[in-house]
């Protein structure tokens, strides 16, 4: 199988990704993998081409921003178990399964197991490109989510004990007459407890504090 390597007709795309995004690409047949590079370069994405699983696992670093072209039929460790042992090391890289028809209901478990799309062989170019600018939109919203977390974390991190507690009583919509009363201290230690933490937080408002807390929750 190759994918179509008649010149691209691309549209302005409006998908916003970091500059060093990378696609990965592993495939066994080394025909796909020239194809699928030539069309990539074509459009300046940067690629990196891997013959099996186990190849990628030696060498990819999750640092590296990008989506990964996986095929789903592969020898020794297949698309399914690369897939399972990305997981299974915390790597969340956005996947696209590529697939013959009559493996379409095992991309379609792979897809329920993280992956973001599948396409099928034969597929045109647009269509790859199309699901890889997807993949690779969702890559830099997934690690701009990540920094923003940490971020959060790293506040929290500097709040002592008691003004940690004040924080949870805070964003449960507690006043400082009730917090004072559920602690056990003066409304005075609550106020100086609650202005460290809006300090500390970089919360401009009560509203604000509860949003950053409710966005690390769901993060």
């Known amino acids: 199988m190759a994918v179509d390597q008649a010149a691209p007709q691309h549209q302005e795309e409006s998908t916003t990704v970091d500059a060093q995004a990378t696609v990965f690409i592993v495939d ?22 891997c013959a099996s699983a186990q190849e990628f696992l030696d060498t990819y ?14 020898p020794g460790m297949g698309g399914m178990e690369l897939q399972k042992e990305l ?3 915390n790597i969340h890289i956005p996947i ?19 992956a973001v799309d599948f396409i099928e062989k034969p597929f045109s170019d647009q269509v790859l490109l199309d699901c890889i600018r997807t993949a690779l939109q969702r890559d830099f ?36 007459k009730m917090i004072a009363a559920q602690l056990g201290v003066s409304r005075k230690t609550v106020e100086a407890h609650r202005a460290g933490v809006m300090k500390k937080m970089k ?17």
């Open 141 to 176: 919203e997934s690690r701009g989510d990540d920094i923003r977390r940490e971020e959060i974390a790293a506040r929290i991190r500097t709040l002592t004990p008691r003004e940690f507690e004040v924080k949870e009583k805070v964003v449960e919509g507690n006043s400082n």
């Open 28 to 49: 066994d047949d080394p025909a796909v993998r020239g194809s699928m590079s030539w069309l990539l370069e074509s459009v300046d994405l940067p690629v990196e081409v």
């Open 96 to 114: 696209i399964i590529v697939t013959g028809h009559a493996e379409v209901p095992m991309a379609v478990r792979a897809m329920k197991a993280g």
């Open 61 to 74: 670093n999750p640092a590296i921003p990008g989506c990964l072209v996986l095929d789903i039929r592969l």
């Open 87 to 89: 997981a299974k090391r």
């Open 203 to 219: 919360a401009q408002s009560v509203a604000d504090l509860v949003r950053m807390v409710t966005e690390y929750r769901s993060l």
